[in-house]
């Protein structure tokens, strides 16, 4: 398939399910915007109205806000830079579902990213073309991810336009975006152990480059944070970023710490505390989750940077949303958007390749399955979800294993 057709029929597919979008929304049982999309518009009218009160909006609260600045996170559950509520602006101002065309839009750049970078290491055109479509432009679980509002295409965007930038040796370039990248989503900071040992182990070795490199993404990240922090203040540094170190989220989703956090969640019966009460306290730990999951993905960094960067953000990414304390289809994008200029370093037979994906795909629809029993035909339970989420961490761990065996 040539890539200009490719693009083309992502562009439709995108379309289709926006147009879809909006006649579920107004007809369906079962609402077709994702609930964050609300979340990012709620925070766009506080923040250009604090006096609004169907948001409960309040005035920003840097030292240096002006009194017309709103708050984005007197929004509940809003916990993301205040950047992305500016970029939503426009859902206020003009049309609702701008957002939803952005996100969209950022999915199609990202696809002409992933091709230029597999023509650069060598791809032809048409197995480059064929795999960004296969994997990216044409999959239906990434633009039905970024037409019902999910903002994970602009991080994924900011992450391969970093990776794209490190490929051709940019490497201020790939330093700022770096920065940026971490600033908006904070999980790319696991790649600065390959980074680290990337522009370390070069042929022209000089220390002075991992030094430099660490100093731009550094002033990158604080030139974004100092002034956001002067509008918006503690909210801004708590929502952003502290909040992701402690956050025990007891929501059913596919991570194996969900169960243990929805227990703790009843501490307070004679039942929970008479069973096992220091398990289900160590389980709820924040560090229980986080030692295990970053120690991983940044040895992975150490160990394959300096040999090939798209595999070893693709390992990388894959072991930390594994491990991570909550998992969610949108977290899936995070190494889906690496696997086409990674595919280089893979080794596969077609068998193996088919045994892979299908472990993959069938454990998530197991899991999928008893969230549907427990969600919508109400005959499920937490538990029998939280078993089908145990048994796709195990498939997500022997999945790692196979994508490290096929390094090459």
């Known amino acids: 398939m040539r890539f200009r057709v490719a693009l083309l029929l992502g562009v439709l597919l995108r379309v289709v399910l926006l147009l879809w979008g909006s006649y579920q929304d107004v007809h369906g049982p079962v609402k077709y915007t994702d609930i964050d999309y609300f979340v990012f518009s709620d925070a766009s009218t506080c923040l250009l109205d604090p006096t609004h009160s169907s948001s409960l909006c309040s005035p920003a609260k840097g030292r240096f806000a002006p009194t017309w600045l709103g708050d984005p996170y007197s929004r509940s559950t809003y916990r993301y830079t205040p950047l992305l509520a500016i970029l939503l602006i426009p859902n206020r101002l003009f049309f609702p579902s701008f957002g939803k065309l952005l996100f969209a839009t950022s999915d199609l750049v990202v696809a002409i990213l992933l091709y230029r970078l597999m023509r650069r290491r060598g791809s032809t055109p048409t197995s480059a073309s064929n795999t960004v479509a296969l994997t990216w432009l044409l999959n239906p679980m990434i633009a039905n991810i970024s037409t019902r509002g999910s903002s994970e295409s602009i991080i994924g965007l900011l992450v391969v336009g970093t990776l ?73 540094l708590q929502e952003t970023f502290l909040y992701h170190l402690s956050r025990l989220d007891h929501r059913h989703n596919f991570s194996p710490y969900f169960y243990p956090y929805y227990l703790s969640s009843f501490s307070s019966s004679t039942a929970f505390e008479s069973a096992s009460s220091f398990l289900h306290c160590l389980a709820a730990h924040p560090l229980a989750a986080f030692l295990p999951q970053m120690i991983l993905a940044l040895g992975l960094g ?14 990388q990414s894959f072991a930390f949303v594994a491990f991570n304390k909550v998992c969610t289809s949108q977290y899936f994008l995070w190494y889906l958007w690496l696997l086409p200029p990674a595919l280089s370093r893979l080794s596969f ?60």
């Open 302 to 315: 150490f160990l394959f940077g300096a040999k090939d960067l798209p595999y070893a953000w693709l390992v």
């Open 349 to 408: 037979t077609r068998s193996r390749a088919i045994t892979t994906v299908s472990v993959w795909v069938l454990s998530q629809a197991i899991w999928l399955s008893q969230a549907y029993n427990l969600e919508i035909a109400g005959t499920g339970g937490y538990l029998a979800v939280w078993i089908a989420g145990l048994g796709f961490f195990v498939a997500q761990v022997w999945v790692l294993g196979e994508l490290l065996a096929a390094f090459r």
């Open 164 to 236: 794209s930038f490190a490929e051709r040796r940019q490497w201020d370039k790939a330093a700022m975006g770096y920065g940026v990248a971490v600033h908006f989503k904070i999980f790319p900071v696991i790649y600065g152990s390959s980074f680290l040992v990337a522009t370390m182990f070069q042929p022209e070795f000089s220390l002075s480059r991992p030094l430099r490199f660490g100093l731009v993404s550094f002033a990158t990240f604080m030139a974004l944070n100092i002034p956001l922090y002067l509008l918006w203040g503690q909210p801004f």
